[in-house]
Each structure stands twice: as C-alpha cells, then as structure tokens.
C-alpha cells in the first residue's frame, strides 16, 4: 500500500528514531541523550505492560535486575519507591513496575511521541518514517524496540477458533472474567503458571495442560549433592544478579557480548537450553489445588456449542475456555510498519534478524533491540536486565558514523542451519 506523504508534514531530522517506549526502548533514550545524540522516541510508555499483563501478577525477574537502565545509575526502582514512599515488597507487583516505567519515561523521555508510526521507509542514506497522522521524520538511524505485541504464538490445532473461546495469556488482564467458569491453561512456563494461579484464585475451576513436565526454577531438591555443599559454603555468592539461565550458564548469561561470539548453532543450543520452560518456585503453593496434566499431546481442537472440546492423546476434555500460555516467536515478516522492501533485505535466523555487535542489521541504519536480538546475543536480551547492554551498544553506534561492520558482510548475515524462537513457553 502506497501512502502519500505531504512534503509541507515532514518535520525535522533527528540522529536516531526510537520506535516503542518499554524499557529497552526507554533505556535506549536515556543513553543517547546523556551522550548528547539528536533523537526522537514514538510509543505508548509500557503499553505491554499496561494492557497485555493479568492484574496481580508478580515480575518474575528479581528487584537488582529490574531497574531499567540509566547509564549514570539514577532512576531506579529504590529511587522510585523513595520518592512514592512505599516499602520495598518482597515481589514487584506489575502495577509497581508499571508506575516506575511512567515515572522513568517522564525524567527521561518527557517529549514521548504517542503517535503512531505506521511506516518505515529506508531512503539511500536515512530513514523516513510515517505516522498515524500523515507527519514525517527523518531519521540516520532506527531503533525497533516494539516488544512482543503481535509475535504470539498459537498452536496450529486452535486455528480458526474464536478468540472468546482460546485466546492467548497476552489478550486479557482480568481473572475476574472466568470465575465459575472451567478454563484449560495451555503451557507450563512462567505465564502459564501464573496465569493458573491468578484463574483459580479468582474462582475459576483450571486445568493447566502441559507436553512436558513443569520444572521449577531454583528448586532446592534439583540440587546434586555437590552443589548443596559449595552453596552451603559460599552461600549467594553463587548467584548473579539477573539470574536467567540455570548454573553456572547464568553466569555466562550476564555477557551478551560473550554470546554474541559464540557459533550460531552454539547460541542456539545455549538458548534451548536457558530459555527452557520453567517457573518460580513461589508460585509452587499456590498451585496445589490446580490439577496438572503432564505429558500430554493435543491432537485437536475444536468448537463444542459454547466451550471448547480439546482430544488429547489419553482423553478428551471440555472447557468453558481455553488460555494458551504459549510464548512468543518473533518474526520480521510480521513487523508491518517496516515497508516490504525493508523487510526483505533483513537477514534472519529462524525469522529473527541477524545482527552485529551495534544490534544493526543488514539493513544499515537499522537496529533492534530487546527479544529480536536473542539470536545473536543470548538470552538476557529477554528479559529487562539486558536493555542497558543493548542501550550502550546502540549508543556506540550512533556516536561514530563508521563504515559497514564487517559482520555485515554477506557471509555474517547468512542464514545458518536451525532455528530458535525468542522465548521457549509453548507446551
């Protein structure tokens, strides 16, 4: 589709565009403005989190990994809760989180551009972008820090189900909606867990359904023997500080820039493997009462007059509704306000973009930042800890208008053998 652009709409230059204001997108601002970078930022601050997260849930990342990153350390979430006057909790409840993102964006970013943008167009040495509103800036470079929204992934048995009757753990924020009513959770990660939890505390008679067997993260009596006895001894010295991974991976999970050296067929193993399905172990309890069913292979699904009937390898039940915990797998083609020929001339991995160690794609000019970079970096770029990486990457980027990387040679960007997706949730 062809939009025209009014020529008396387009607005000034700016060094960098950000586009999404969630904290990569957030710390990405922060440090290009303390270098002194020209920018622009487009968004909704944490909208994701605003819309897309169920009330009552508990971030799952621990409070030193949490803070969203500011390269001369202010803005944290300790500032936060100092100011507001509220006690440090032991879990960060996501509105908590969700007031300390608005409170970042307003010292960081207080010129937020909520428009839209609808289109990116790459020029021969800039970018235009296109917004809701028919206005136009041109960028040097662009920063897609969109988040996950739009990259669901649903099983293909749920194809052509309604979505009031299967809908994905990302489509509703209020357990309330369900009380009385039989749900099936399909998953067994973090999501999947926890959305259980919120459904039955809420009333809701649910059902998680699971193709392997839930593993609780840091569960003590997974310890070999071995282990207990050096954690005895050295206690939480064994613990980093984002804790993504099981030990010692963990550990090397802190440096991305480790990662990003490692063979793509190696990256892809380690985040198989770190990446994995898991939960918190403080959800454990809450899940006494909820049945499990583990191991399990859906067949099929189909619509049952106002519920869900679900053929599984050893039965088949019905549900009132279905809630499918399955993760996310990022893909470019589905980035829509890229224009086709941007797209087309962005090199992936398993439907992710291939980058360099700027985050710059082979598309010059073009960096992602947040889950689209897991390919190439390693799984911290999941998670909020790893946005002050990506942000100083960026910003190194953008403080020198160097030549080509030579990770942008053809052979860097080509497509290797495998694939992996950008969080490993699905049943």
Not at 104 to 128: G, K, S
Not at 282 to 305: S, Y
Not at 332 to 350: C, F, Q, S
Request: glycine content about 8%; charged content about 20%.
């Amino acid at each position: 589709m062809n939009i025209a652009v009014d020529p008396a709409h387009v607005r000034d230059n700016s060094a960098v565009a950000i586009i999404g204001a969630g904290p990569y997108g957030l710390a990405a601002a922060a440090h290009l403005r303390a270098a002194n970078v020209p920018i622009r930022i487009f968004g909704d601050a944490l909208s994701f989190w605003r819309g897309n997260m169920p009330a009552g849930m508990k971030l799952r990342s621990p409070w030193v990994a949490t803070h969203i990153a500011d390269p001369r350390g202010r803005h944290t979430l300790d500032d936060y809760y100092r100011q507001a006057k509220m006690e440090i909790p032991k879990l960060l409840p996501v509105e908590n989180f969700i007031g300390y993102g608005m409170w970042f964006q307003h010292q960081v970013a207080p010129d937020l551009d909520t428009r839209a943008v609808i289109r990116v167009e790459a020029l021969d040495d800039c970018f235009r972008l296109v917004l809701e509103d028919g206005d136009t800036f041109i960028a040097q470079r662009v920063v897609m820090a969109t988040g996950l929204l739009g990259h669901e992934y649903r099983p293909a048995q749920f194809d052509g189900l309604p979505r009031a009757l299967v809908s994905h753990s990302c489509e509703h924020t209020d357990a309330e909606r369900y009380r009385g009513k039989r749900v099936a959770v399909i998953g067994r990660g973090q999501s999947a867990c926890e959305s259980a939890a919120l459904l039955h505390e809420a009333g809701a008679d649910v059902e998680i359904i699971c193709r392997g067997n839930l593993v609780w993260n840091a569960d003590p009596g997974q310890r070999s023997s071995l282990r207990k006895a050096v954690r005895g001894m050295l206690g939480n010295m064994l613990i980093p500080p984002s804790q993504v991974g099981p030990f010692p991976h963990n550990w090397v999970n802190e440096a991305p820039g480790i990662i990003q050296h490692f063979s793509q067929q190696t990256r892809d193993r380690w985040n198989e493997l770190n990446l994995r399905a898991t939960a918190i172990l403080w959800l454990r309890p809450r899940l006494q009462h909820v049945p499990v069913d583990q191991g399990r292979t859906i067949l099929a699904a189909r619509k049952d007059g106002e519920g869900v009937s679900l053929t599984l390898d050893n039965a088949t039940k019905r549900f009132d509704h279905v809630l499918l915990a399955t993760g996310y797998r990022i893909d470019v083609d589905k980035m829509n306000l890229l224009a086709p020929n941007v797209r087309a001339k962005i090199v992936r991995h398993g439907g992710l973009p291939g980058l360099n160690g700027t985050f710059e794609s082979s598309v010059r000019g073009l960096h992602f930042a947040g889950a689209s970079a897991v390919a190439s970096f390693g799984p911290l770029l999941r998670f909020i800890a790893g946005a002050g990486f990506a942000a100083r990457r960026l910003t190194r980027a953008a403080l020198r208008e160097a030549p080509r990387s030579a990770d942008s040679r053809p052979q860097a960007f080509a497509e290797p053998v495998g694939s992996i997706t950008a969080k490993r949730e699905y049943p």
